[in-house]
C-alpha cells in the first residue's frame, strides 16, 4: 500500500470513527503516517505511545491472553493504542465523548488491511 493511500485511509477513518489525531507509528516509535496532535511534541507522543502498548504486552504475557489496546483516559481526551502487527501500531487521540465500540469497529478493519502490507 503506497504512502499516500495509507494517508488517505487515515483520514477516511479519523471522519468515520469520529478521531482528532490518527497516527500510524513503528514500533519503535517512529512516525509512518497520519497525523500527532498539534499541541504535542511528536517524537515524545509516538515513542511513549509506542512503549506504553509494548510495556502494556509485556505486562499481561502471562496470561495467555491477547491485548487488545490500551486505552489511555484523559480529563479532556482518551488515546487509543491498537496493535497493527508486528512491526507498527496505531495511535488516536479521540474526544472524551467519542464512543470507543465506534471507533474499534472502524479501526479494526482498517488494521486487518494495514497488517496485510507491513
Do not use: W
Not at 509494548?54 to 496470561?63: H, L, Q, R, Y
Request: charged share 25%.
Amino acid at each position: 500500500m503506497p504512502a499516500s493511500t495509507v494517508e488517505n485511509v487515515l483520514e477516511d477513518v479519523k471522519k468515520e470513527g469520529d478521531i482528532d489525531n490518527l497516527t500510524l507509528v513503528s514500533r519503535s516509535g517512529m512516525h509512518i503516517a497520519g497525523d500527532a496532535p498539534k499541541e504535542a511534541h511528536q517524537e515524545t507522543y509516538l515513542t511513549m505511545s509506542a512503549i506504553l502498548l509494548g510495556s502494556s504486552e509485556t505486562a499481561t504475557s502471562e496470561f495467555n491472553d491477547d491485548l487488545k489496546y490500551v486505552l489511555v483516559e484523559l480529563t479532556n481526551s482518551r488515546i487509543l493504542i491498537q496493535d497493527c502487527g508486528p512491526s507498527a501500531i496505531l495511535v488516536a487521540k479521540l474526544r472524551p465523548t467519542t464512543d470507543i465500540h465506534d471507533v474499534l469497529e472502524v479501526t479494526e478493519r482498517m488494521i486487518k488491511d494495514i497488517k496485510k502490507v507491513l
